[in-house]
């Protein structure tokens, strides 16, 4: 059960281009990297698909970052132009209970979308796949800017989260 207080932590505002030869302590990988797949040097960060999975909660090479709670905002600026068919790019937040908004690549063009109800059961097995719930029309773009802005307290489950697409951001 949270504790209420009136104490106050500064939050953790940091910029980050991945132009560094590894990466920041506070980043972490999901799953062990796969070092075939992913470049880190002054260009940035470069991800490629190193497999194909059913879910984002099985797939290699996923970078997280822990939420510094109980509220965080976090933008990303992504380059998609060298997504393929059946590519997935995009910021989740995740746990038992997962979402993602994000860029899918597929033979109806290329898509910002918002998916929900990805769950997990207590054996930490995904359950659900999630549920494309906020599709957009298809874009033509080889750039996109993705923000989050999360708020996990009151309770766990019930908070709002926003997930928002573009400059000026949007809601979705």
Do not use: C
């Amino acid at each position: 059960m949270p504790v209420k207080t009136n104490k106050t932590v500064p939050g953790v505002e940091r910029l980050d281009d991945f132009s560094a030869s590894t990466l920041h302590p506070e980043w972490e990988w999901n799953h062990s990297p796969d070092s075939e797949y992913f470049v880190l040097g002054l260009d940035g960060l470069a991800l490629k698909t190193a497999s194909v999975v059913g879910d984002f909660l099985n797939a290699q090479n996923t970078l997280t970052h822990r939420i510094t709670g109980p509220r965080s905002v976090a933008t990303w600026h992504l380059n998609i132009s060298g997504l393929t068919q059946g590519d997935r790019a995009g910021a989740a937040i995740f746990r038992d209970e997962s979402a993602y908004i994000g860029v899918h690549k597929d033979t109806n063009g290329t898509k910002v979308v918002f998916v929900n109800e990805i769950n997990m059961n207590q054996q930490w097995q995904t359950v659900s796949r999630g549920t494309v719930a906020v599709p957009s029309p298809s874009i033509d773009a080889h750039e996109i800017w993705l923000r989050v802005d999360v708020d996990v307290a009151p309770a766990f489950g019930l908070s709002p989260v926003a997930m928002v697409h573009g400059l000026p951001f949007r809601g979705v």
